[in-house]
């Protein structure tokens, strides 16, 4: 009997650690940046004339919304980004992110006054259309900003605290789960801190 | 047998030519040799974040041309091969690097399967030894002298 009990032991041990693996999401890559202040920048803003940097929204808790009307998912979240824009007094920044895409240019590449335009009507159009759960959208054109955030698939949630470091970061559109179990607990701690 | 070998063989033969016209495809923008030259070997090095098994180096994801461009441009700024991967990995983590640091969080993945390997060496000479003591001791006089007379006849 006891011969059976280690490699039955062995055996349990390996189905629990595929088990795990499998429940694993593998696109998901925990990020470096948790824990570590939000990379500065300064971008045009989707209305007005006046860039935005993060240390503008130093002292309050904010969301950092990485979107673009092209990107399918972020459509599956902006109904609920709306609708939490609505009840909660936590800010929500969009980052757009690349609007302007190859296919955009496909008649000749677009010079920057006409790449900003073009990415302001049509995310205009769009938050128009849909609701715009955003404070303020900043135009991140040529993605770079998005580099220094670490995004590699858009949408993509980050959650700032008062002194501008990044406490949590999502990949992927903001469920309602995610939002009950994971965002708001994190903002209210951040906020009462 | 002949004729699904020989379709196989056709196969592999078309996948090994794909896979070549593929890697033909992704042509670095050669402005400047030099920091292509560095490009190329470093981007062997660094993982396409999108498609996960592709390096930057072989992959067409957007965000791909992104980070090559990103690359390109530290390159410019005369960082050296440590620094950029650095860069890379305060922003997309370890996951970025083909080739993650030797560090004690890393230790598992290194050194893992040498643990794994020398654990079942060591599970082999055990279960060996008792497998031979067995068989000795199976072998009794009376069984030895009956197994005698059985090979006389």
Known sequence: ?193 | MKRCLLLLLIGMWGAIGMNTLRAGEAQPMADDPKVEARLAVLAEELRCLVCQNESLASSHAELAEDLRREVRKLIRQDMTDAQIKTHLVERYGDFVLYRPAVKPLTWPLWFGPFALLVLAVWGLWRYLRHRKALVIQRMSEADNAQAQSLLKD
């Open chain 1, 1 to 193: 009997m006891k011969k059976f009990l280690i490699p039955l032991a062995l055996f349990m041990g390996l189905v629990v650690f595929l088990a795990v693996g499998l429940q694993r999401d593998p696109r998901e890559i925990p990020s470096p940046l948790v824990g570590k202040p939000a990379p500065a920048f300064s971008l045009p803003t989707l209305v007005g004339d006046q860039p935005f940097s993060p240390a503008d929204f130093k002292g309050q808790v904010w969301l950092f919304n990485v979107w673009a009307t092209w990107c399918v998912a972020c459509r599956e979240e902006h109904p609920l980004l709306v609708e939490f824009s609505k009840t909660q007094s936590v800010p929500i920044v969009g980052l757009s992110y690349k609007e302007i895409q190859a296919a955009d240019q496909a008649n000749g590449p677009l010079n920057d006054t006409d790449k900003l335009a073009l990415a302001r009507e049509r995310s205009l159009r769009f938050l128009q259309r849909l609701g715009n759960p955003y404070k303020l959208s900043v135009m991140d054109l040529d993605g770079s900003v998005g580099i220094d955030y670490g995004v590699y698939g858009v949408p993509e949630t980050y959650l700032i605290d008062r002194q501008g470091v990044i406490r949590f970061k999502h990949v992927g559109p903001v469920t309602p789960q995610v939002l009950q179990h994971k965002l708001l607990p994190l903002i209210r701690q951040w906020e009462a801190s």
